[in-house]
């Protein structure tokens, strides 16, 4: 099995914007089909920006990857962020991994 799609959702949050201006999610899909779904926090940058650092996370490190490689796919993000260490762009990115817990806890 191997992590095969990426697809983002940019919200935008009505006034009075509880909880922020936008909301981005995404969902990951495996080539067996299926699906984790998860939200992407990091107010410090507009949606846009966030969205083509996800698809390049996501080009780099994650696709093609097997979902059960929780670990190594931790590490190899974290240890290659986009300054050679972790940053604040970074940290708001790598919570794009949380749809991978969903795959794997549901083929548990």
């Known amino acids: 099995m191997k992590i095969k799609d ?3 959702f940019i919200v935008a949050n009505p006034p ?22 998860g939200e992407v926090y ?5 949606p846009h920006v966030i969205e083509k ?4 996370l996501f080009e ?7 979902p059960f490689r929780i ?12 300054t050679m260490r972790p940053d604040v762009s970074l940290i708001g990115v790598l ?3 949380v749809p991978i817990f969903f795959i794997v806890f549901y083929l548990l």
Not at 53 to 56: K, R, S
Request: with cysteine; aromatic share 14%; net charge positive.
């Open 16 to 37: 009075p914007q509880y909880g922020g201006r936008y909301f981005i999610f995404l969902k990951l899909t495996t080539d067996d089909g299926i699906e984790g779904v």
């Open 60 to 66: 780099r490190h994650v696709e093609g990857m097997n």
């Open 42 to 46: 990091c107010a410090t940058y507009r």
């Open 6 to 8: 990426l697809k983002t």
């Open 71 to 82: 670990e190594k796919l931790w590490r190899n993000v974290y240890g290659r962020g986009y």
């Open 53 to 56: 650092m996800i698809e390049d």
């Open 95 to 97: 919570s794009a991994l």
